[in-house]
């Protein structure tokens, strides 16, 4: 086949198709060059322009590489500096690291007949005392697996690592803590990722569609094996604060406090349209653009790896805020290589923030499953503990407390300026919760979870009679990781609450 050459309407522009021979030679190599398909044709010769290189093109096919010979290992690029900074390590643990529990009944679902089987991954820190009453649960984010601290069995330091031990906000010396991976991860419990038994493939998508009280009732059921009837507390940020609000809804009788870190009781549609824009970036651009999601079924080839990294782009930018980006990274540019004579900007990630995002989304899509990110944060967006919500889903909690006396507006707590018109149905499905104590801490520069939906949930649970509410807002510039990372004022308030 010869070459073939069009012309165009732009001045100098020509396109070339080359044979197929030579284009799969093209597709071949690991470093991509736009000039090796597209051509422009100035009145300057070729030869004296250099062609360009696109490196973080390349670095697709050396991602793919890696992910074959590797499956799901982390990368160790210390020298980068957008890998320095107070992230806190989530790593994919060891199933040798973590205890697993089985349980072979049944679990009701919301939305689905009751999965067969299921398996809960957990770690456990501190001792269970003979009465077992000082149980906390500890509940996670979407994306963290249980391993919130070191253990004996496995060193590294865990997503909460600074809250947890002796004398921390979480004090093993008093407390029995456990963390599990939710139902539909894929750090040991059963997800999408997990071996279906009906077939012995992965479950994929098939797997059925859950929400966070589903998670509860595995917790629960892991409770119920090792013998806790009744938790000292329920602990929980971001999706765990839904969880820590879920399980004191639906077994009031068997949790003493709740904890809610930069939580909601009703995801927004600013938050539910983040977290599409996240899933879109696998299913959606991936599914048409690149085969490699597959409808959810690509466990013996490549998962979607550019997807989900594109959605830990997209997630990082909620995770954070924009006055830390300027502290610590300004408009800094990389480095410019040595033997350059001056600085010419480049296509690819050239400011450090964005090789802060792009090493951040590449760490991370080397380390999670696709699919339990889409269900996770599908989970996410369904919870919504509104009256007229909960009851067409016919949940119910296990046991009614007693009618709580309505909690009038003092000084201290004035009524909200301008309630929001969902407020009263909000504070009448939180009925169940009128007498456990609650602390809610929200952060300002909290951007994902705003401050304003911390105060709706307080507000909402003041009115549906609940007098021991406490409510704190963080400053600092860490948006909704702070619960991460600010340890004396997250772990303070912790600390006074549980005592």
Request: aromatic content about 8%; charged content about 15%; overall charge neutral.
């Amino acid at each position: 086949m010869p070459n073939l050459h069009f012309k165009s309407s732009i001045p100098n522009f020509r396109l070339r198709v080359l044979p197929p021979t030579a284009a799969g030679a093209i597709r071949g190599r690991a470093l991509l060059s736009s000039s090796s398909i597209l051509r422009l044709n100035p009145d300057t010769p070729t030869s004296s322009r250099p062609l360009p290189s696109f490196p973080c093109v390349a670095q697709h096919a050396a991602r793919e590489n890696r992910i074959l010979s590797l499956r799901a290992s982390s990368l160790s690029d210390q020298t980068d500096p957008s890998s320095s900074g107070p992230e806190p390590p989530y790593a994919r643990p060891s199933p040798s690291s973590y205890q697993t529990y089985h349980h072979a009944k049944p679990l009701p679902l919301t939305y689905a007949e009751p999965l067969p089987e299921f398996d809960v991954a957990y770690e456990t820190w501190g001792t269970l005392s003979p009465t077992r009453d000082n149980a906390i649960l500890l509940h996670t984010g979407l994306s963290a697996s249980s391993h919130a601290a070191s253990t004996r069995e496995n060193t590294a330091p865990g997503w909460w690592e600074k809250f947890i031990g002796p004398g921390r906000a979480l004090d093993t010396q008093q407390f029995f803590v456990i963390c599990t991976n939710v139902l539909g991860g894929c750090y040991g419990s059963t997800g999408p990722s997990s071996i279906d038994p009906a077939t012995g493939k992965p479950y994929a998508t098939t797997f059925p569609v859950i929400n966070i009280f589903d998670m509860v009732r595995a917790q629960f059921a892991l409770l119920d094996h090792l013998g806790i009837e009744r938790l000292y507390a329920s602990v929980g940020s971001s999706m765990g604060a839904m969880q820590s609000l879920a399980a004191g809804w639906m077994v009031p009788q068997r949790v003493g406090k709740i904890v809610s870190i930069s939580g909601t009781a009703r995801s927004s549609p600013s938050s539910v349209a983040m977290r599409f824009a996240q899933r879109s970036g696998i299913s959606v651009t991936v599914l048409m653009a690149d085969p490699n999601w597959n409808h959810g079924f690509y466990y013996d080839g490549l998962p979607p790896h550019t997807g989900l990294k594109l959605a830990r782009q997209i997630a990082t930018i909620t995770y954070r805020s924009g006055p830390e980006w300027d502290i610590r990274f300004g408009r800094q540019l990389q480095a410019a290589p040595e033997a350059a004579e001056r600085r010419i900007p480049a296509l690819c990630p050239d400011f450090l923030i964005e090789t802060y995002l792009d090493h951040q989304a590449k760490q991370f899509c080397l380390k999670y499953d696709a699919n339990s990110l889409i269900y996770l944060s599908k989970a996410m967006d369904l919870f919504d503990m509104t009256e007229p919500s909960l009851a067409a889903l016919g949940l119910r909690p296990t046991a009614t407390p007693p009618p709580a006396r309505f909690s009038a507006p003092t000084r201290a707590h004035p009524p909200p300026a301008n309630p929001a018109p969902h407020l009263p149905a909000l504070a009448a499905g939180l009925r169940p919760l009128s007498h456990t104590p609650i602390l809610i801490l929200g952060v300002q520069s909290d951007i994902l979870f705003p401050v304003e939906q911390q105060r709706e949930l307080a507000d909402a649970l003041r009115m549906a009679g609940n007098s021991r509410v406490s409510y704190y807002e963080l400053g600092g510039v860490w948006g909704h990781d702070t619960f991460l990372l600010d340890e004396p004022n997250v772990g303070g308030a912790i600390r006074g609450f549980l005592l």
